[in-house]
């Protein structure tokens, strides 16, 4: 059986700078996701416990085959990767019909796994898209994952409940950023990563037609205007004369 | 365009979301309807708000199986021509969202906090860059599935004109079997109501907890906290969070302690009306967006500042 992780290339949004409300993102260094690397280390853990194949699938410009090795060095086997410079900031039903045509073209595909959020986007619409697209059964906000043969018992956690459930596989599911602590790969793993094998697709080899027409448009994307009064404080009893200043002690 | 359409499996969103309706259909001139599947009580409620309320009613729909209710609102869509489906962004509604949004070959926006009718397009904002920037984006596909962040709206309030009809839809069998729900243990504070809050990170030690906790009982406040505070070292419940994929706060002060100031946390608490930061790296992104900014180590500070105003 094949479980496929799919992973998104993102800035690094540590680095990311606001200049005059708008955000920087030139030169700023990819990563892959922070949940996305939960969604992998699930399916590591998976891959161990069952023996099956791990292959993670991620779309987006060239940098996409440079940054996924910290993903093959992590545990997966192998990647598909559909690299093109016109898929930067591409709109999440694109990414879907990508994902899916590329997951298509596998064989044997027991479990996809997402990341509840891209770590740019954070809108959670890749992973049901794609189930839509492939016409099979999802779990989102998973916070554990136990596969029995061709079954998988799934709990989902909600704000105010989990549920325990029993699905068929093949699924998808979108897993939650506590599901696990992701491992970090050592330096040998690194290395080694280079040599896993990596099937590189075009738009062309996908069977999907590439929509003329956004969907979505962009209006605007500024960083909200702050006024802070930025005071030093430098003792508690400066803090308290500030707070009975402002009204909040000895009211 | 034809109508709007509100579903949440939750009534108290679902109330925010008619609120959300009636604002673009007076712009739009558009019909609201309220789908409710398999409860009496929502489907009264929605009446009692002078909604035109369609009711799924004892036929087999598993909220759990998120394509069985997306197939439902397919359907729904279609028997009651609506182009606008609005959904709560909850956990279960996000979910549901771009499955729908798939099927109507929709354009799908999540976790919008904010609409405005502009030339009879609806611009939604939500945060992007992990919440370092608010975009607004609209969407240009006929069909639209939006999915609000809940609390962004007030509740609709009873008005007449409200009716109800009954709805059957077709159902197949699910691929998905509930073995077991639990329900979390519901925390009694609402940190979104509190006009003070004292917020934790992982700059605190468990053992000073209660000196946190005692510095926001003196100040007739609330604790909160980060993230990881919650889902990693397990101190608070998972109601105390502050951030993007927790809670948005907008209290009066807000005392942050210990937190280093990420985007995805600073989305929760930058509409506060004064910050006051604690932290010992002078560098923590934190104290620049604070009103008051002190470089200290908590475990020289908590107790002197739990102690003056004790
Ligand atoms: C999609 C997504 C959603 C997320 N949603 C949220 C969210 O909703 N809420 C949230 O909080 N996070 C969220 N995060 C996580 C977020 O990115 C950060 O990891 C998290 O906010 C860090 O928590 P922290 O500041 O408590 O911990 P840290 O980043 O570890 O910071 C601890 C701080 O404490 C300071 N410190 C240490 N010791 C002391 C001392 N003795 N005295 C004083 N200061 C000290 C340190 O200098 C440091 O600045 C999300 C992440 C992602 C990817
Ligand atoms: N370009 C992409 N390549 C691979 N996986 C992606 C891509 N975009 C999104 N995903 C996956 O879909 C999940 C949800 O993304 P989003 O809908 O953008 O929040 C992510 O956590 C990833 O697992």
Redesign the interface.
């Known amino acids: 059986m094949n479980i496929i992780v799919a992973m998104k290339q993102v800035p690094d949004?540590?680095q990311?700078r606001?200049r005059n409300r708008e955000?920087v993102i030139e030169g700023v260094p990819y990563t892959l996701g922070i949940i996305d690397k939960n969604a992998l280390e699930a399916g590591i853990q998976l891959k161990e416990a069952t023996g099956s194949n791990l292959i993670v699938v991620s779309a987006g410009n060239e940098e996409v085959e440079e940054t996924i090795k910290e993903a093959l060095a992590a545990g997966a086997d192998e990647a598909y990767l559909v690299l093109d410079d016109k898929l930067d900031g591409m709109?999440?039903?694109l990414t879907?019909s990508l994902l899916a045509a590329t997951i298509k073209k596998i064989e044997e595909v027991g479990l996809v796994i997402f990341g509840e959020?891209s770590?740019?986007?954070?809108?959670?619409?890749?992973?049901?898209?794609v189930?839509?697209?492939l016409d099979l059964?999802?779990?989102?906000?998973v916070s554990k994952i136990e596969l029995d043969g061709t079954t998988a018992?799934i709990t989902?956690s909600?704000?105010?409940?989990?549920?325990?459930?029993?699905?068929?596989l093949p699924?998808v599911v979108?897993v939650l950023?506590?599901i696990n602590e992701p491992r970090i790969p050592s330096v040998s793993q690194i290395l080694k990563a280079g040599r896993k094998p990596k099937e590189i697709l075009e738009l062309d080899d996908l069977d999907i037609e590439i929509p003329k027409?956004?969907?979505?448009?962009?209006?605007?994307?500024?960083?909200?205007e702050?006024d802070?009064?930025?005071?030093?404080?430098?003792s508690?009893?400066d803090?308290?004369t500030?707070?009975q200043a402002?009204g909040?002690?000895g009211r | 365009m034809a109508g709007i359409l509100i579903y949440s499996e939750k009534s108290k969103l679902a109330l925010e979301l008619l609120t959300a309706a009636r604002l673009i259909a007076k712009d739009n001139g558009l019909d609201v309807k309220v789908l409710c599947i398999n409860s009496d009580e929502q489907a009264e409620e929605m009446v009692a708000r002078g909604a035109e309320t369609y009711h799924i009613k004892g036929q087999i729909i598993e909220l759990?199986?998120?394509?069985a209710v997306?197939s439902a609102l397919q359907e729904a869509v279609g028997k009651l021509d609506t182009s606008i489906v609005l959904l709560s962004s909850?956990?279960?509604g996000?979910?549901?969202?771009?499955?729908l949004?798939?099927?109507l070959d929709?354009?799908?926006?999540?976790?919008v906090t904010s609409l405005q009718v502009k030339g009879g397009k609806v611009?939604c904002s939500?945060?992007?860059?992990?919440g370092?920037?608010?975009?607004?984006?609209?969407?240009?596909?006929d069909r639209q599935v939006i999915a609000l962040a809940p609390r962004s709206f007030e509740p609709a309030s009873p008005q007449d004109g409200g009716s109800l009809k009954e709805m059957a839809i077709l159902v197949g069998a699910s691929?998905?079997?509930?073995?077991?729900?639990?329900?979390?243990a519901?925390d009694v504070v609402d940190i979104e109501a509190a006009e003070?809050l004292v917020v934790v990170g992982q700059g605190m030690e468990q053992a000073d907890m209660l000196l946190a906790e005692s510095i926001a009982r003196s100040?007739g406040g609330e604790i909160a906290c980060s993230?990881p505070i919650a889902?990693?070292k397990k101190w608070l419940p998972e109601d105390r969070i502050v951030g993007?994929?927790g809670k948005k706060c907008k209290p009066?002060?807000a005392i942050i302690l210990g937190v280093s100031g990420?985007?995805q946390f600073n989305v929760g608490i930058?509409d506060a009306n004064?910050?006051?930061a604690i932290n010992n790296d002078e560098n923590a992104y934190i104290l620049?967006?604070?009103?008051?900014?002190?470089?200290a180590d908590l475990k020289v500070?908590l107790p002197?500042?739990s102690k003056?105003?004790g």
């Open positions: 949004l540590q990311v606001i955000p709109e999440s039903s879907a959020g770590g740019d986007n954070y809108s959670g619409q890749v992973g049901s898209r189930a839509e697209i059964p999802q779990v989102g906000y018992k989902r909600l704000e105010d409940c989990e549920e325990l459930l029993e699905v068929q699924m979108t950023g506590d027409d956004k969907k979505i448009s962009t209006l605007s994307n500024l960083a909200p702050t802070r009064k930025r005071v030093a404080v430098k508690v009893s803090l308290i500030a707070l402002e909040f002690v | 759990a199986d998120t394509a997306a909850n956990r279960r996000k979910e549901l969202a771009g499955r949004a798939q099927k929709a354009g799908c926006l999540s976790d611009q939500r945060n992007a860059l992990g370092a920037t608010i975009s607004v984006q609209q969407i240009e596909t691929n998905i079997k509930v073995l077991e729900s639990r329900s979390k519901g003070i100040l993230k889902t990693d993007l994929s009066q002060l990420q985007v930058r004064t910050i006051v620049q967006m604070a009103d008051y900014a002190m470089v500070i002197e500042l003056t105003l």
